[in-house]
């Protein structure tokens, strides 16, 4: 897992491919912001604390400044190690716009376990989570992509501990999902899932749509799903209830269209939200109506 540490600790999502000026130099810059949404909507997932460039860190009052004046006064914030953990509860703690998700990343679990630490980070996420600004476990679950058949079996005793965890603590369990679908399904039948759950940047296709769909499950959908190669990431959203579907950045990755590459904020949600919009066929503020509730449906009110 790529990550790129800003003004607390975090860890994220791999980079996108980098958008590029015409002489072949990376645009960087952030984007300009989209038209506001008349109806608000919260930011599902999000990392405040990371910053990719790594000299372009979005300050929280700065970052949620121009979240709210587009229409996105709320932003859920993930913290996926324990330095991340602890910065997302303090953040929460101090503004009312966020709340968090604490969770060990499953790229982190491995190097824990092999460190002797990982008992000890479990309970401190535990600890973590019965704070009453924590709305979520996570994002946690299984990564084929970065570690390999060594590291699986760890990774997935914890990401039992961390369903455990969420059951116990009455709290939203977020999913991380890569190259790892049907492992993660099964895990979360063994396990007996708890009655909310998220599959943060859903990654699957249709049939796994509808298989999530049919349990109740959430499935939040990132900036990946305008890109132009997401075709069936945009049928899998097509067939997914609009009563189950949220809305992310994984900021500061995941850049949606046409901005793909450059740095990513709760501030550009609407482009998002506008283009599932377009794959549901319903107009912006049923959509964003919907979102809205089911938010509150996953990770309560604030």
């Known amino acids: ?15 996108p491919n980098r958008a590029r000026h015409d002489d072949g ?10 038209e506001p949404l008349r109806v608000p909507v919260a930011d599902s997932h999000c990392h405040l604390d990371i910053a990719d460039p790594p000299d372009d860190w979005l300050d929280v009052d700065a970052a949620l400044e121009a979240s709210a004046a587009v229409g996105v006064p709320r932003i859920v914030q ?10 997302a509860v303090r953040t929460a703690q101090r503004y009312d716009a966020v709340v968090a998700g604490v969770a060990l990343h499953p790229n982190e ?20 989570a019965a704070d009453p600004r924590v709305r979520a476990v996570g994002e946690t679950g299984l990564d084929h992509f970065r570690t390999g058949e060594d590291g699986r079996g760890v990774q997935e005793e914890s990401f039992r501990a961390h369903i455990e965890m969420a059951k116990r603590r009455d709290k939203a369990l977020v999913i991380h999902d890569r190259d790892a679908h049907a492992d993660v399904l099964r895990v979360l039948e063994e396990a007996d899932a708890p009655d909310r759950v998220v599959f943060h940047c859903f990654s699957g296709d249709v049939e796994m749509a509808r298989h999530c769909a049919a349990r109740g499950w959430f499935l939040s959908f990132a900036g990946t799903v305008t890109f132009k190669n997401a075709a069936g990431l945009r049928a899998a959203l097509a067939v997914t209830p609009r009563e189950l579907l949220l809305v992310e950045t994984d900021a500061p990755y995941l850049t949606p269209a046409p901005y793909r590459g450059r740095p990513n904020g709760s501030y550009l949600i609407p482009l998002t939200l506008r283009a599932m919009a377009d794959v549901h066929r319903v107009d912006e503020d049923t959509l964003a109506t919907a979102v809205a509730a089911n938010t509150e449906r996953v990770f309560g009110c604030w």
Do not use: F, Q, Y
Request: proline share 7%; aromatic share 2%; glycine share 10%.
């Open 25 to 34: 130099r990376r645009d960087r810059s952030r984007p300009p912001a989209p």
């Open 78 to 87: 993930i913290g996926c190690d324990r330095e991340g953990a602890r910065w």
């Open 109 to 128: 679990v491995p190097r824990l376990h092999a460190a002797g630490e990982l008992d000890a980070a479990l309970e401190e996420i535990d600890e973590l």
């Open 1 to 15: 897992m790529t990550e790129t540490r800003g003004a607390g600790d975090g860890s994220s999502s791999d980079r």
